[in-house]
């Protein structure tokens, strides 16, 4: 029975990947607007309603305080483990809007987030300012989209010469077209919300069946929280992310990891801050650690993007290297073991430094290609 469970999971994960991906794709060709635009924004915020669900929920059980770690585990999860695995599928191309305004807003909204916790916990006023500038930030990319979309409609009529539509049969002809594009857009929807259910009850099915084998080989309780349940909330980004590359949408599938991010800190917390009677307190574990550690990872992403403007394949392994380590030093701490202190020594002051050392000179060596670049064709012109 688990094994049909662990297989039905995974069957569900791509199906509900597939149908989400699909659907969003069809949806923002239906609406004029780009993948990229389509993953920060339905794509992303689809995939984040789980943590909502289950930050809220905590908020109105009276523990506010697990929407911190659901965040900041899901955030960190998303850019180490899945954009992690998803470009080992292939290179992600990132586009320069994402290295320019969305991965900085990422940045910003993760400091904020740990200046706001200083003080012990968010509250009423933290939450709303958190919504705020979520809210903010989706109506500026989306205004800023859809004049980028007919701008580019107004040229491509101008170069076609169709600017002018023949009087006879043009009310009739608009009239069709708008039936067809509202069907579209219901069919597309169908599918996004669709596939947001399946990849939901297989992101389940795969944590229950995957917990009862480990506690069948004698796993603890702790470790399967911190890693299986952990990694569980991030499947249904996960199962998108991979499906959307491998179908060419790897606009899509950047966009999906950032804007869930954003999603996760403007909404999550924001609304758990705002529901909570008494604020969220936040541990002090997570202002010493977690927090920075999210930070940190937001910022290893955007040298990464930033070298030739792609994640490739090997920084894919070093994105789930550090996630890995990540996660055995969560196992190490929580169990008290003796390792903890070598490993946490050899991290801080041999992996990390070296990691960020080989980080800065790929950026100043891509920095160098494309200075020679433009020089070349300055040159050439």
């Keep these: 029975m688990t094994l049909l469970l662990l297989l039905g999971g995974f069957v569900l994960l791509v199906g509900g990947g597939e149908a989400l991906v699909r659907g969003a794709a069809s949806l923002g060709r239906t609406v004029g607007l780009s993948s990229l635009i389509i993953g920060l924004t339905v794509v992303s915020f689809a995939t984040s309603a ?191 992310s991979i499906i959307a590359a491998l179908r060419g949408e790897r606009d899509m599938a950047v966009g999906n990891l950032v804007g869930s991010n954003i999603f996760n800190i403007g909404a999550v917390l924001g609304i758990t801050a705002i529901i909570a009677p008494d604020g969220v307190e936040v541990a002090s574990a997570a202002v010493n650690f977690d927090l920075p550690v999210m930070i940190a990872v937001a910022l290893v992403l955007l040298p990464l993007a930033f070298t030739a403007q792609a994640i490739g394949r090997w920084e894919g392994l070093v994105l789930v290297a550090l996630y890995s380590a990540y996660v055995v030093y969560l196992v190490l701490y929580a169990a008290g073991h003796s390792a903890l202190q070598p490993f946490s020594s050899a991290m801080l002051w041999f992996v990390l430094p070296i990691t960020a050392l080989w980080i800065a000179a790929l950026v100043g060596y891509e920095v160098g290609v494309l200075r020679t670049r433009r020089a070349a064709r300055a040159g050439a012109s």
Excluded at 64 to 80: E, F, K, R, Y
Excluded at 148 to 174: C, F, M, N, P, W
């Design 50 to 240: 789980p943590e909502l669900a289950v930050s809220t929920g905590a908020a109105l059980s009276g523990s506010p305080g697990l929407a911190v770690g659901n965040v900041v585990g899901s955030n960190i999860a998303n850019i180490l483990f899945v954009m992690g695995l998803t470009a080992i599928f292939g290179a992600l191309f990132v586009k320069i809007q994402l290295i320019k305004a969305d991965i900085p807003i990422m940045i910003g909204l993760s400091g904020l987030a740990l200046l706001m916790a200083l003080d012990g916990g968010y509250s009423l006023l933290d939450g709303i300012v958190l919504l705020g500038l979520l809210l903010a930030y989706l109506v500026v990319t989306l205004v800023m989209a859809r004049r980028q979309t007919r701008r580019e409609a107004r040229e491509e009529a101008e170069r076609l010469d169709v600017d002018t539509v023949l009087a006879g049969g043009s009310v009739r002809l608009t009239k069709g077209l708008r039936t067809s594009k509202l069907r579209a857009v219901l069919i597309d929807v169908l599918l996004v919300l669709g596939g947001v259910a399946l990849l939901v009850v297989g992101a389940q099915m795969l944590v229950t069946a995957s917990t009862t084998i480990a506690m069948v080989l004698g796993v603890s309780d702790l470790i399967i929280g911190l890693t299986i349940v952990a990694i569980g909330t991030s499947l249904p980004e996960l199962a998108t």
